[in-house]
């Protein structure tokens, strides 16, 4: 896919840094914090995300990851601090948040797909709904998606009929359709068969190296390794620790870092 097709390589066109890796922050968390009733799920958080950067947030579970996700494109309301993207910060709520929406994508942990449509009519209708696209120019684009997540030859059937894998590379298509600065995964293989991981974190790897701006929350250590340029070690509602992946795996600095670690890595 080219970028005159606006496909996700996103290597040049939307403005003037657009996805140069180091070319300036995209994804802005400043003070942020989130409460659950009495649980403060959010401690403070700050995080930077540069154009073309792919940060992986990792840790135990109930420490937050998955809030600051959805956080991101305001599926979670914050209690305090801001959240920029692309140096706009998130609306409260109506057309703007909606428009905001589109340039965040986000692929869940269980697959979103709506059973009623085909894998086609799933990935096409945002770009039809949201950004008023044709539906020739919406399935051109669509089908590109499609062959490029691995299955072109699904896109006729419904979800009920392909396995998890396939379901969650449609996920990604679909999220990819909207053309969007930013994708949030939020424990996209956590859902599936061990077998069916490795061809979604497959995908995700070609976004990584394609330029896509990624903030990934998984359990995936060797996705971390192999594909990100920042590990997000967070824990209690806060983040612990920050690091390249080479320096969290082989050097943590923090005790809760070292003892997580120590537990994961060795079974």
Do not use: W
Not at 3 to 17: A, F, N, Q
Request: charged share 25%.
């Amino acid at each position: 896919m080219t970028d005159s097709e606006g496909g996700p390589e996103l290597t040049k066109g939307d403005g003037p840094d657009d996805a140069i890796p180091g070319a300036g922050p995209l994804v802005v968390v400043e003070h942020v914090d989130k409460h659950f009733g009495e649980l403060h799920v959010l401690k403070d958080i700050n995080l930077t995300v540069n154009r073309g950067e792919v940060v992986v947030v990792i840790g135990p579970s109930g420490g937050g990851k998955s809030t600051l996700c959805r956080s991101i494109n305001r599926l979670e309301p914050i209690d305090g601090g801001t959240i920029l993207v692309d140096g706009k910060e998130l609306p409260k709520e109506g057309k703007d948040l909606a428009r905001l929406r589109a340039d965040v994508g986000m692929v869940f942990q269980s697959f979103n797909l709506f059973a009623h449509k085909t894998i086609l009519e799933n990935v096409t209708l945002g770009p039809i709904k949201v950004r008023k696209q044709g539906r020739q120019e919406s399935e051109k684009h669509a089908m590109e998606l499609l062959d490029r997540v691995g299955i072109a030859n699904q896109a006729q059937k419904y979800p009920a009929q392909l396995s998890g894998g396939q379901q969650q590379r449609a996920a990604i298509a679909r999220s990819l359709a909207m053309k969007p600065k930013v994708m949030l995964f939020d424990e996209p293989t956590s859902a599936l068969d061990p077998e069916m991981v490795n061809e979604v974190l497959d995908v995700m790897t070609g976004l990584a190296r394609d330029g896509m701006t990624m903030i990934v929350v998984t359990h995936e250590m060797g996705f971390a390794r192999r594909a990100a340029q920042k590990v997000v070690f967070m824990a209690d509602g806060q983040i612990v620790e920050e690091n390249t992946p080479d320096e969290f795996f082989t050097n943590a600095r923090t005790d809760r870092a070292k003892d997580f670690l120590s537990k994961i890595l060795t079974h």
